[in-house]
């Protein structure tokens, strides 16, 4: 465990509230800043006994912490918390840390570290994959993108709430590589409802397809999690396929921009569309499989 420190988080989301519970329980001295005053009321209500300062702005979040820490929306939200005229970085100290766990594009990521250069702050884009539970459970992997003098500043605050640390590459690498894990997931997720529906349409007895394939080639996580809620058409839970869709987004853009083809991806993210269109834009992403008919259904 790291000595307390001077702490500021950005941002009490769904991830971001459960990175800021262990961050407080590791002894740090928190402050708190969300757009959304209720939402914070919400985190104490959810968390008592844990104490926390609240700042009216970023910049007075920032001001006087060690380290600064964000999980916002996107680009936007993530530039004007950062950079705009209200920003982390009007009067983030030199030499403190600023630690970004935001999934955004890696255009912005850099652009951050290029400021951050200037200012002599210690900068890392780490976005984060483990989900819900895995930030509650203080169970976390993060890649990492930033100079290594940055990632070994972060890491012993990172380790509060993460199993594994991954210094990815440079500046933006810590996003791109996260963009790599969607493309990946989402395939699986796919692949798996295909397998599913395929099964369900050959009247076969799901628990004992799972039972034969589980342990062979076809295992993943996806599979051992969502095999059977999704057979049972429950989604109400996990990682959103909105969410989703703003992360396919940031990964076909920076395909564009590299100049590589991803047809499957973009496949994929139409099919998310469909699951939107009808209406489960909040739900897990293993809702995909709504859209793919069974046999003899429409």
Known sequence: ??????????????????????????GHKLTVYNRSPARIERWQAANPGLSLQIAASPAEAAKGADAVLTCVGNDDD??????????????????????????????????????????????????VTGGQAGAENGQL????????????AARPIMEAYTKRIVHVGKAGAGQTCKMVNQ???????????EG???????????DKVYEAISGGAAQSWQMDNRW??????????????????????LALDEGRSIGVSLPVAAQIDQIYAQVQAIGGGRQDTSALVRVLPRKGKA
Request: charged share 20%.
């Open 78 to 127: 993530l530039a004007d918390v950062v950079l705009g005229p209200m920003g982390a970085f009007t009067t983030l100290r030199r030499g403190a840390v600023y630690i970004d766990h935001t999934t955004v594009s890696a255009r912005i990521a850099r652009q951050i570290a290029v400021e951050a250069r200037d200012l002599e702050v210690h900068c890392v884009d780490a976005p």
């Open 1 to 26: 465990m790291s000595e307390p420190i001077n702490i500021s988080f950005i941002g009490l989301g769904v991830m971001g509230g459960a990175i800021a519970r262990h961050i407080a329980k590791a």
């Open 196 to 206: 599913l529906r395929f099964a369900q349409s050959s009247q076969l007895d799901l």
């Open 183 to 193: 493309i990946t997931f989402a395939g699986i997720i796919a692949s798996l409802s």
């Open 228 to 249: 059977h809620t999704m057979a049972k058409d429950e989604f109400d839970f996990g990682f959103a396929v909105d969410w989703m869709r703003k992360d396919m987004g």
């Open 141 to 152: 992997t993060v890649m990492c993108g930033g100079r290594p003098d940055a990632i070994e």
